[in-house]
C-alpha cells in the first residue's frame, strides 16, 4: 500500500510569489491534514480537509489555503509569500480524522523562501 | 495559551540502556496523546498512542505513561540500540470535531551510542 506522496519535495521561492504544494493520501484514507514544521516553533497545524469540506484550521494568516478534490488529494497554496515562510510542509492522512486515529505523514515539501 | 514541554535538550545514552522521555502539557485537556519518531529530512513516523482513561501501554520495547493529573506523559524505550537515534514527538489529540487537530512539542532527541 503506498504511503502519502508530497510534491514538490523541493522549492525555492521569492518574497511576494505564491506557491502551491500538493498531497496525495493513502488509498481510501479521506482525512487530510497540512503542518508547518520550522526550528522554531515546531510542528503547527495549518488545516484539515475532510470530504472536500476544511474541518478544522490552526493559527494561521489567510495567505493560507487549501482544498481537497474529490479523489481526496489536497493541495495547499500560500500567497504572497514571506522569509518566514520558509518551512518543511508535511501533510497527514487517516481514514476519517476521528479521535485518537493514526495519522500518516508524507515526507514533506521543504520550502526555502529569498 | 495551550503549552507541551519536552526536553529541549538532547538525550545521550549508552547502548542497552533504557532512554526515558519526558511530555508535560499545560491549559489542555486530550482526549488521546500520541508519540511520534521523526528522522532528518523525514516525515514523523507514528509509535504510540495512548488515551486520556489509559495509564499505561507498550509495544515491542516501547512503553508510554499518561497522567492526566500530573499532566505528563512518558517515553521509555528499553534496551536502546542506535538504530533508534532520532528525535522523538509527543502530540495532544481533541476529541469530536477537533480530533484530528493535533498539537505537537518541540521534540527531543535521542542519542545512542554504542
Known amino acids: 500500500k503506498a504511503g502519502v506522496t508530497q510534491t514538490p519535495r523541493y522549492l525555492i521561492k521569492t518574497r511576494g510569489q505564491q506557491v502551491t504544494l500538493s498531497c496525495s493520501p493513502i488509498?481510501?484514507?479521506?482525512?487530510v491534514s497540512w503542518y508547518q514544521q520550522t526550528p522554531g516553533q515546531g510542528l503547527q497545524f495549518l488545516f484539515e480537509?475532510?470530504?472536500?469540506?476544511?474541518?478544522n484550521k490552526g493559527n494561521f494568516p489567510g495567505r493560507f489555503s487549501g482544498r481537497q478534490f474529490s479523489n481526496s488529494r489536497s493541495e495547499m497554496n500560500v500567497s504572497t509569500l514571506e522569509l518566514g515562510d520558509s518551512a518543511l510542509y508535511l501533510c497527514?492522512?487517516?481514514?476519517?480524522?476521528?479521535?485518537?486515529?493514526?495519522?500518516?505523514f508524507g515526507p514533506g515539501t521543504r520550502l526555502l523562501v529569498l | 495559551s495551550q503549552k507541551i514541554e519536552q526536553n529541549s535538550e538532547a538525550l545521550n545514552i549508552q547502548e542497552g540502556k533504557t532512554a526515558t522521555l519526558t511530555c508535560n502539557y499545560t491549559?489542555?485537556?486530550?482526549?488521546?496523546l500520541q508519540w511520534y519518531r521523526q528522522d532528518p529530512g523525514r516525515g514523523p513516523v507514528f509509535l504510540l498512542l495512548?488515551?486520556?482513561?489509559?495509564k499505561e501501554k507498550r509495544k515491542e520495547r516501547l512503553k508510554v505513561t499518561f497522567d492526566t493529573t500530573l499532566k505528563q506523559s512518558l517515553f521509555h524505550i528499553t534496551a536502546s540500540q542506535p538504530a533508534d537515534s532520532a528525535t522523538y514527538l509527543c502530540?495532544?489529540?481533541?476529541?469530536?470535531?477537533?480530533?484530528?487537530?493535533?498539537?505537537f512539542g518541540t521534540g527531543t532527541r535521542l542519542q545512542v551510542t554504542l
Open positions: 497527514a492522512s487517516s481514514r476519517a480524522g476521528t479521535s485518537g486515529e493514526t495519522q500518516y
Open positions: 488509498s481510501g484514507h479521506r482525512s
Open positions: 480537509y475532510f470530504s472536500e469540506t476544511q474541518r
Open positions: 491549559n489542555y485537556s486530550p482526549a488521546y
Open positions: 495512548i488515551r486520556e482513561n489509559e
Open positions: 502530540a495532544l489529540g481533541g476529541r469530536t470535531g477537533t480530533a484530528s487537530k493535533l498539537t
